[in-house]
């Protein structure tokens, strides 16, 4: 379903990903660890058409998305690091929306609407302003809009950051429901590695931008000799921590957080 | 098609949902219109001018379209990096409706908001020359409004932080405001003066209004239709451009 043959991307000299390659079978889930900064945004931003590779292959369905980005565009659901919903608009008229720009028709996306609202459990809220949902709530709607066209593939970026483990564990409980009713690939990044153990199906370990492992949990711990996820991760990637640049994002951010009510 | 109207229909549910931001926004074009209006009639009418009021309340509608248009583009800025545009972004519709449907979506708005200090003139004791060229003012408030909306989709595309919008209010649209003749006529000025507000958009936007709406203008009706239409097609390709351009 994705095929990615090295992959290279550089911001001036520094090479965000670095010569990745990797398979995702289809309606597999597959999580795509790694520490602040090794590359997972970049790569997920590549995938889906918002930043252009520097060099390398890449197949989404079959279709290249630096050359055919609307249709590409349409085979695929993504949930962002960051919120993507209109605060100013209800949980209804955001899948609305959703599903004009994706050309879904009418009925089927009233319908599908429906659905998915009832089933992430928003249905009575439909009506409620954005700005008034909980970072729970909020997440959902966006995990709910990213499956409302029907995708085949659907990118998660770090969706369960901020959120407490009942809004975690229930998040993951519905999107592998619906992994295997609709049999949508999962392409997920994550920070917790208890999350990426219950729900991937394989993993590939990221660090400064090269792929450094690849398997199943068992086969990473295996390889390590651990016996947990989370030791295979640090011994994989080191125990030094990660500076990140603060950019002009987090200073949005900051702002954002300033105005939110 | 569907995805511009749903996109232009998202720029005026906002608008019509922050009444307190509405409200504010009159504000500052009431400052101008009662303060000057009144504070400066009485000078103006010994230079031999008639009323102030009179002339200076199209200027003022035309403040009001210039400023809710160029924020409208400039709020692309907050949405920018983390917020709604993302997921108009990947969308699989060309980015140039998404360009379209916020450009018109904005120059709406800022239409509204024109016509909003059209009525407090009139409350405050603004009279047209002729009341059926009513529409025609329409008309030429909805060109400016997109004239400017496709100057702020150019800015906001390329604004990375707030800093930015400070520099592009205090350099870029409080000078368009006031090199535009909306406070001042535009007859016997100083050469440079002069120079800038002939390539000032907005003083051929707003020209056209007191044309319209007091049978009295400085250029003439069919230069400012032409300036205007040009500004608009030049302005919007701009804005297109940049935003084609962002990498989110």
């Known amino acids: 379903m994705i095929t990615v043959t090295n992959l290279v991307r550089k911001f001036g000299d520094v090479a965000a990903v670095d010569d990745v390659s990797f398979d995702v079978a289809a309606g597999e889930i597959f999580a795509f660890l790694g520490p602040n900064g090794a590359g997972k945004t970049t790569t997920i931003k590549i995938l889906t058409t918002l930043l252009k590779p520097t060099s390398g292959a890449i197949e989404i369905d079959g279709l290249d998305p630096a050359t055919q980005a609307n249709e590409t565009r349409k085979r695929f659901g993504i949930v962002f690091q960051d919120p993507s919903l209109d605060q100013e608009l209800t949980a209804f008229e955001n899948m609305d929306l959703h599903g004009v720009l994706y050309h879904v028709p009418r009925k089927l996306r009233h319908e599908r609407t429906e659905m998915l609202l009832k089933l992430f459990e928003l249905w009575d809220r439909k009506d409620d302003y954005v700005k008034k949902f909980s970072g729970g709530m909020k997440r959902r709607l966006e995990i709910a809009r990213g499956f409302l066209h029907t995708p085949k593939i659907l990118f998660l970026d770090e969706p369960t950051l901020g959120l407490d483990p009942q809004s975690r564990n229930q998040l993951w409980t519905h999107v592998k429901n619906l992994n295997a009713s609709e049999g949508v690939t999962v392409f997920l990044t994550t920070h917790y590695m208890d999350e990426a153990e219950r729900v991937a199906d394989r993993i590939a370990v990221i660090d400064h931008g090269k792929i450094i492992a690849q398997g199943s949990p068992d086969e990473l711990k295996r390889q390590t000799e651990t016996d947990s996820l989370e030791a295979a991760f640090l011994i994989l990637t080191g125990s030094s921590i990660r500076e990140e640049k603060a950019d002009s994002a987090d200073q949005i951010r900051q702002m954002a957080k300033m105005w939110r009510r | ?248």
Not at chain 2, 73 to 90: A, M, P, S
Not at chain 2, 178 to 194: H, R, T
């Open chain 2, 1 to 248: 098609m569907n995805a511009i109207y749903i996109l232009w229909l998202r720029e005026l549910k906002r608008y019509t949902r922050s009444r307190a931001m509405v409200v504010a926004s009159l504000g500052q074009p009431l400052l101008y219109l009662l303060v000057l209006g009144f504070g400066l009639g009485p000078v103006f009418q010994k230079a031999g001018n008639g009323s102030y009021l009179q002339f200076v309340a199209p200027g003022v509608i035309g403040m009001s379209v210039l400023f809710t248009s160029v924020f409208s583009g400039i709020g692309l800025l907050w949405d920018r990096q983390f917020g709604f545009l993302k997921e108009t972004l990947v969308a699989p519709v060309p980015r140039i409706t998404v360009m379209i449907g916020k450009t018109l979506g904005g120059a709406t708005v800022a239409t509204i908001q024109g016509l909003l200090v059209l009525i407090i003139c009139l409350i405050a004791g603004f009279r047209p020359a002729n009341w059926l060229m009513l529409p025609v003012a329409v008309f030429f408030m909805i060109l400016t409004a997109i004239v400017f909306a496709g100057l702020g989709m150019a800015i906001g595309s390329q604004l990375q932080d707030m800093q930015g919008f400070q520099l592009i209010m205090n350099f870029v649209v409080m000078p368009i405001y006031f090199l535009s003749g909306a406070l001042f006529p535009l007859n016997d000025l100083p050469g440079v003066l002069s120079f800038l507000t002939r390539i000032d958009p907005l003083s051929y936007g707003i020209d056209a209004l007191r044309n319209v709406l007091l049978g009295a203008s400085h250029f003439s009706p069919l230069l400012s239709l032409g300036v205007l239409c040009i500004s608009a097609c030049l302005f919007v390709g701009l804005g297109s451009y940049s935003f084609s351009k962002i990498e989110a």
